[in-house]
C-alpha cells in the first residue's frame, strides 16, 4: 500500500496495533485449524502408500485371477474378486430401481403431511442401522424364515435393503435440482404427471442420480458383516478363469470377508499377500469412487440451464 | 367443479381434432391405465422404507424374542460383566462389559472425530476457497470410502505394531487403536455435517460482522460458530452413532477381551487395555452358534439361548444408535424452527 | 344468448383458507380478445388457472362454482389433459424448457401421440411463425430452449402454447419481462389469432388492454368489479368509480 503524502489519511490506510494482533490471531486460528486438517487428511496418503508399498511383491496378475492354494496361503484372490462383483450387481438390481422410484414418490407426488414424515423419517431410520443388525437381519428374514439358505441372493437382498436409503436421498436431491418451472410448463401443455418425469425432470437429472449411485453401490463391496454371515463362504472349490462362477443359490466367496479371515484366522499367510488383498479391494472401490467424482465434476460443467 | 383428477378418457367432451394431433381413444385407454400401474407402482416404492425399517425390527425380534420371554433378568442382563454364554454349567448373559467396552472405544473415537472434523470443517469453509476446497472436499469423500475391513486390517498391520513400540506395552489391540481408526471413520460424517451446518448460518450475520469491521477468525468465534452450534453437535452425534455401529474394525482391533478399562485409577492409562464391544460380540459369535428349533412342549433348550441372545444383543445395539440419530434428528428440527 | 365460449358462474376459490376470487361470474365470448385487468393479487391468475384446471395441481386449493367450455362442464370433464391441450397457457416468466427449440415446440403433439416427422415439421414451422419467432430460429433449431434471450424465450413459450392447436388463448401477464418492441410483435399476431380462437389477455398494463380488448373485465381483490365493451370501460363515464380511478392510475 503507497502511503499518501499527509500523516493523517496514511493512519486510515496503515493497519494499526489492535488490527495487527486481530490478524495475527486470525493466521494462528488458520494455521490451527488447517493444521487439524492436515492430521486427518494426511494419513489417506500415509497409509495408502504404506499399504500399496507392502502389497507391491505380490501385486501380479496371477494373484488377481489365480484360485488360493494351500488354505489361502499362496495363489490368488479371484473367486473373491468375482463373488464380490456378483454381489455388487445383484443388489444393485434389486435396489437401485426401488430407490429410485421412492425418491419419485417423495420429491414429486407426496404431500407436505405427516405420512410423508413418517417415510422421511423411515429412510433416515434405515440409514441409521448398523451394518451388523442388517446381518442379523438378513439372518433372520432371508437364511432363515424365507429359507433361503445362505447364498447370493440372501446376501444380496441384505445389501439391497442396505443401500436404499442412500439411493433414494440421492434420487430426491437430484429431482429436486430440476426447476419447477419446467414442471408447470409440461402440465400446461396436457402433459400428465408420469409423462412430465418420464420426458423432462428424469432426463434432467439421470446424472445426479447416477453419480450418487456409484459411489453407493461400491461401497457394498467394502461389507463385511452383513454378507458374512448370509452369503459369503471361506473357501469354494471353482475351476480357473471363469466368470460365471456362481449360480445366485450357491454362497460365494468375497473379497471383504476374505481380507477378513486371512488376517484373523489363517496363521501363516505371508505378508505381501495380505496387504495386497487390502490393496485390490482398497483400489476396487477408490477407482469407482474416483469416477463417479470426475463425472460429477463433469457433469457439472455440462449444466443445461 | 372438483378436484380429483381423473383420467379414464370417456368424455364425449372433446372437440374433433386434425389427425394425427390425437391418438384414438383405444391408446387414449391404454396410456390412462400405464398411468395408473406406474402411479401405484412409485407410490409402493416410496412406503417400501416404512414396511423395511418395520421389517427389520420384526425379523430380529423374533428371532431373540424367546430368550426375552424365558430368560431375560434384566438386572443381571444389563449390570453385570459376566458373558459366559459357553460355560457347560453355568451360563450367564451379563452385557456390562461389552456396553464398557462399546462406550470406550465410542469416547477415544468421538475425542478424535469430534475435534479434528469440526476444525476441518471450518477450516474448509472458512479458510479455503476455489479449487483448493474442491480438493479437500474430495479427500475427505475419499477417506469416508475406505471400507472398514481395510480399516480392520490397518489396525492390525500398522497401528498395533506402532503401539507396541511407542507405549512399550506386549499387546497393540486395544481401546487406542480401536479408537482411533473409528474415529478417523467417523471424520467424514462430521465434517460434512458439520460443513452443512456452517453454511446454514444466514448470509446477513456474516455480512454484519464484516460491516463492524470484524476479522474472518472473530466472524467465526463469535458469529457463526454460536449460530451453527447446534448442528454442530448433531454433527458430533452422528459421528457417535457411527462409531457404536461399527463392527469390522473393532472386531479387529479391540483385543476382543471381556474386561471393563476403568477401575479408579487415572482413565488415560486404560487406553491399552483390550476390550470387547456389543457388535463384534455379536459379528465373532454368530457364525458359531447353532441354531436350535423348540422341543415339542415349546420350550427352547438351554443351548439355544446362544443364538437368541445375539439377537438380543442386536436389539440393544438398534436402540442405541435409533436414540442418537433421534437425539441428533430433533436437535436439528430445534435450528429449522428457529430459522 | 348462448353461444359463450367460455362461461363462468360464482367461481371461488381460496388458497389454504383464504379467499382468492369470490364469486366471479363471466361469459367468454368466442373469437374475441377479452380482456383482464386489476392490481396485483387480486385473482388474474387464479382465474386462468381453473380454466385450464392446473389449479387442482397447487396443494391446499379449494374451488366451487363451474366454468362451462361450449356448454360442458370443464370440471366434469374426465380426459383432463385432452382439456389442457385445448387452450395454451403463456406465464409472466419466459420458461425455455432445456430442449432443442424443435423439440420444444413439438413437445405438446408428441404427448398426444403425433409421431409423424413431416406433420411435426409442419407443425413447428407454423408456430414458431406465428409467434414471430421463426426467422431469428430457422437456422438453429437445435439449440437449448433455455439459452434463447429472454424476448425469443417468451415467443417459443407463445409458440409452444400454439402448437396444439388450442381454441383458447389465455396469456397472463406475457409482457412484463420482455422489450416493448417484441410486445408489439406479439400483440400483432395477438389481433391475427384472434380470428382463429379465443384470446384471454390478463394484463397490468392498462394501455395494453385498451389496444387489444373488444371486452375487458376488471377484477378488484377477487371480485369482479364491471365487465363490458372495452370503449365503455375506458370512456370517461365508465359507470363504476371504481373503475374509473383504477384506469385513471387513482390506486393500483
Known amino acids: 500500500m503507497n502511503a499518501p503524502s499527509t500523516d493523517e489519511p496514511a493512519a486510515l490506510f496503515t493497519a494499526g496495533p489492535l488490527t495487527r494482533r486481530k490478524l495475527r490471531t486470525q493466521r494462528l486460528a488458520g494455521a490451527v485449524f488447517g493444521g487439524m486438517s492436515v492430521i486427518i487428511l494426511a494419513p489417506l496418503f500415509a497409509l495408502i502408500g504404506y499399504l500399496v508399498v507392502r502389497a507391491w511383491p505380490a501385486l501380479t496378475w496371477e494373484f488377481l485371477t489365480g484360485l488360493p492354494e494351500k488354505g489361502m496361503r499362496a495363489g490368488g484372490i479371484w473367486p473373491a474378486l468375482i463373488g464380490t462383483l456378483y454381489l455388487v450387481f445383484f443388489s444393485l438390481v434389486l435396489s437401485a430401481p426401488v430407490g429410485v422410484f421412492a425418491g419419485i414418490y417423495l420429491n414429486e407426488y407426496a404431500r407436505d403431511n405427516w405420512f410423508t414424515r413418517i417415510v422421511n423419517l423411515a429412510v433416515v431410520n434405515l440409514a441409521g442401522v448398523p451394518s451388523i443388525v442388517y446381518a442379523l437381519f438378513g439372518v433372520g428374514a432371508f437364511v432363515i424364515f424365507a429359507d433361503l439358505g445362505k447364498c447370493i441372493v440372501s446376501a444380496s437382498l441384505t445389501i439391497a435393503i442396505m443401500t436404499l436409503p442412500a439411493y433414494i436421498v440421492a434420487t430426491k436431491e437430484a429431482l429436486n435440482a430440476v426447476p419447477h418451472s419446467f414442471r408447470v410448463a409440461c402440465w400446461n401443455l396436457g402433459a400428465s404427471k408420469w409423462q412430465t418425469i418420464r420426458t423432462m425432470v428424469l432426463p434432467n437429472s439421470i446424472s445426479g442420480i447416477l453419480t450418487p449411485m456409484i459411489l453407493d453401490a461400491c461401497r457394498t463391496a467394502g461389507e463385511t458383516a452383513p454378507v458374512m454371515f448370509t452369503g459369503a463362504v471361506f473357501y469354494k472349490a471353482i475351476e480357473a478363469g471363469e466368470l460365471l462362477l456362481y449360480s445366485p443359490m450357491e454362497q460365494c466367496m468375497a473379497l471383504s470377508y476374505h481380507l477378513f479371515t486371512i488376517s484373523t484366522q489363517v496363521p501363516g499367510v505371508p505378508d505381501e499377500m495380505l496387504y495386497a488383498t487390502a490393496v485390490v479391494l482398497l483400489a476396487f472401490v477408490l477407482c469407482f469412487n474416483s469416477f463417479a467424482i470426475v463425472l460429477r465434476t463433469y457433469m457439472r460443467g455440462k449444466k443445461k440451464w | ?339 | 344468448m348462448g353461444d359463450y365460449k367460455i362461461e363462468i358462474k360464482d367461481l371461488r376459490v381460496s388458497y389454504e383458507k383464504k379467499p382468492a376470487l369470490k364469486g366471479i361470474s363471466v361469459s367468454i365470448p368466442e373469437h374475441e380478445v377479452f380482456a383482464v385487468i386489476g392490481p396485483a393479487n387480486s385473482g388474474k391468475t387464479t382465474l386462468l388457472k381453473c380454466i385450464n384446471r392446473t389449479l387442482e395441481l397447487e396443494p391446499g386449493t379449494s374451488v366451487r362454482g363451474t366454468v362451462t367450455i361450449d356448454g360442458l362442464d370443464a370440471g366434469q370433464m374426465r380426459d383432463v389433459y385432452g382439456l389442457r391441450r385445448r387452450i395454451g397457457m403463456v406465464f409472466p416468466l419466459p420458461v425455455g424448457l432445456p430442449l432443442s427449440v424443435y423439440d420444444n415446440v413439438a413437445y405438446a403433439p408428441r404427448m398426444a401421440g403425433t409421431r409423424k416427422k413431416a406433420i411435426l415439421n409442419e407443425i413447428v414451422e407454423r408456430c414458431l411463425t406465428q409467434a414471430a419467432l421463426w426467422d431469428e430460429v430457422k437456422d438453429r433449431l437445435g439449440t437449448l430452449g433455455t439459452m434463447l434471450s429472454g424476448g425469443q424465450q417468451q415467443r417459443l413459450t407463445i409458440a409452444r402454447a400454439l402448437s396444439h392447436d388450442p381454441e383458447i388463448l389465455c396469456l397472463d401477464e406475457f409482457s412484463i419481462a420482455i422489450d416493448p418492441v417484441t410486445t408489439m410483435r406479439i400483440e400483432d399476431v395477438l389481433v391475427q389469432l384472434k380470428k382463429k380462437m379465443t384470446i384471454i389477455l390478463v394484463t397490468n398494463l392498462v394501455q395494453q388492454a385498451r389496444r387489444l380488448g373488444d371486452i375487458t373485465c376488471f377484477i378488484n381483490k377477487g371480485e369482479l368489479v364491471q365487465v363490458g365493451p372495452t370503449e365503455t370501460l375506458f370512456s370517461d363515464d365508465p359507470g363504476n368509480q371504481l373503475t374509473y380511478d383504477y384506469i385513471h392510475g387513482v390506486f393500483g
Open chain 2, 1 to 339: 367443479m372438483s378436484n380429483t383428477q381423473d383420467e379414464s378418457p370417456k368424455g364425449s367432451t372433446e372437440n374433433a381434432a386434425p389427425p394425427g394431433h390425437q391418438v384414438g381413444s383405444v391408446g387414449r385407454i391404454c396410456r390412462a391405465l400405464s398411468e395408473r400401474t406406474v402411479t401405484a407402482l412409485i407410490f409402493l416404492c416410496g412406503v417400501s422404507a416404512i414396511i423395511f425399517v418395520f421389517s427389520i425390527f420384526y425379523f430380529v425380534f423374533r428371532e431373540g424374542y424367546p430368550f426375552i420371554r424365558d430368560s431375560l433378568d434384566l438386572k443381571g442382563f444389563f449390570l453385570s460383566e459376566e458373558w459366559y454364554p459357553t460355560s457347560e454349567t453355568n451360563k450367564r448373559y451379563g452385557i456390562l462389559a461389552l456396553l464398557a467396552g462399546s462406550a470406550s472405544v465410542t469416547l477415544v473415537a468421538t475425542l478424535v472425530a469430534g475435534p479434528f472434523g469440526l476444525g476441518c470443517a471450518i477450516f474448509i469453509s472458512q479458510f479455503c476457497d476455489g479449487k483448493f476446497r474442491e480438493t479437500l472436499k474430495i479427500l475427505v469423500e475419499l477417506l469416508a470410502a475406505i471400507p472398514s475391513v481395510v480399516w480392520g486390517f490397518i489396525g492390525l498391520a500398522v497401528m498395533n505394531p506402532l503401539i507396541i513400540r511407542f507405549a512399550e506395552v506386549p499387546i497393540g489391540l486395544c481401546v487406542l487403536n480401536a479408537g482411533v481408526i473409528v474415529g478417523l471413520m467417523c471424520v467424514p460424517i462430521t465434517v460434512s455435517i458439520a460443513e452443512d451446518a456452517i453454511r446454514a448460518v444466514p448470509d446477513t450475520y456474516l455480512e454484519a460482522a464484516e460491516a463492524m469491521g470484524a476479522t474472518r477468525w472473530q466472524t467465526i468465534h463469535r458469529v457463526i460458530l454460536p449460530a451453527a452450534k447446534s448442528g454442530l453437535l448433531a454433527a458430533v452425534l452422528l459421528g457417535v452413532a457411527r462409531a457404536v455401529g461399527e463392527t469390522m474394525a473393532v472386531l479387529m482391533c479391540t483385543g476382543h477381551t471381556i474386561n471393563i478399562p476403568f477401575d479408579g485409577r487415572l482413565p488415560f492409562l486404560h487406553v491399552f487395555e483390550s476390550v470387547r464391544t456389543l457388535t463384534a460380540t455379536i459379528a465373532a459369535e454368530l457364525g458359531e452358534v447353532p441354531r436350535l428349533d423348540p422341543l415339542p412342549d415349546g420350550n427352547y433348550p438351554v443351548e439355544a439361548r446362544h443364538w437368541q441372545v445375539l439377537f438380543v444383543l442386536g436389539i440393544v445395539l438398534f436402540a442405541i444408535t435409533f436414540l442418537i440419530n433421534l437425539i441428533a434428528d430433533l436437535i436439528v428440527k430445534g435450528i429449522r424452527k428457529k430459522a
